[in-house]
């Protein structure tokens, strides 16, 4: 689906960004804009990737008038651009609101001026019955994405909604690595904690799986292992062969979960089984198509779908970070 289209990705230039691109560019693309608001993040992408296809936009998703005009001639666009870090939107919530709320809105009015064939939304597991501002602005742009889907018929919006992703920026696998290397102690905000983790390449498969074969108004959720954060942190320290390192617990900062949920129970209610790698959840609402495609699918048995339960032991996450190349 791919071949001679152009492609706009907004917040480019980050760890989502960076492996959708390596992984888009042989696939036969026509261009691939990568728009973002950091100047030497993209400068520094342009040098590592060297392709003639990629063409860099500055500007943020906050500005409609710029967005809007990125996107003409667009075939498809991964909107990526959020702010993400619980802290810093709990600590800032109209900056949040104003990026993943307004900034969704943007996005969605400039795809349907331009007539972009389709869009896809990537959210996160906080946005499943949210307790931080983070997850709550996500769980909004979800159902902007979907009602998008109501309000004109040329343009699907998709949402893929996943858990922790592994080796993103900011991502405790880089925290543990750095404080076992310069403190010979990891910090854990909780021994109980648990979080969905994923690799980024296989991340990235199932991104364009859902790209493919959606069609417009559903949520794709990613099935993907869990584990508890002390026991990732265990393997680490193992695998680092660095003697006497110790944990640390120093408590859950505000608005964060000891588990994540990636499906709520109220969810579960219209959602269907598609494969063994996704659930879908369907909109109470009705959008055309939606019904044909997944109707006959069974829907989920279970109510919500939590991180606490079904825990990989040590040596599944040392196989995780493995496939993720975190071992040396």
Known sequence: ????????????????????????????????????????????????????????????????????????????????????HVPVCEEQPGEALKTNVVGTQNVIEAAIENKVKKVLYISTDKAANPSNFYGMTKAIGEKLIVYANLIQEETRFVCVRGG???GTNG??????????????????????????????????????????????????VMLMPTCRIVDLAQVIIE???VPGVSMVEFGVRPGERIHELLLSEYESRTTVVYDDEYLVILP?????????????????????????HHLMDKEAIRGLLARGGFLS
Not at 6 to 25: A, K, N, P
């Open 1 to 84: 689906m791919f071949k001679d289209q152009v492609i706009l990705v907004t917040g480019g230039t980050g760890s989502w960004g960076h492996e959708l691109i390596r992984q888009l560019l042989p696939q036969q693309p026509k261009e691939i804009i990568v728009y973002s608001r950091g100047e030497a993040a993209q400068v520094a992408m342009s040098r590592a990737f060297d392709d003639k296809r990629l063409t860099f936009r500055i500007g943020d998703i906050r500005d409609k008038e710029a967005l809007t005009a990125a996107c003409r001639h667009v075939d498809i666009v991964y909107h990526l651009a959020a702010l993400k």
């Open 164 to 166: 922790n992703v592994l």
């Open 171 to 220: 991502s405790v696998i880089h925290l543990f690595k750095q404080q076992i290397r310069e403190r010979r102690q990891v910090s854990i905000t909780d021994m109980e904690m648990t979080r969905f983790f994923f690799t980024m390449p296989e991340a990235i498969q199932l991104l364009f799986k859902a790209s493919r074969e959606s069609v417009g108004g559903e949520i794709f």
């Open 239 to 241: 695998e680092s062969g």
């Open 284 to 308: 109470a609402l009705e959008i055309a198509g939606l019904q044909e495609r997944y109707g006959d699918l069974p829907g989920v048995t279970f109510g919500e779908l939590s991180s606490e």
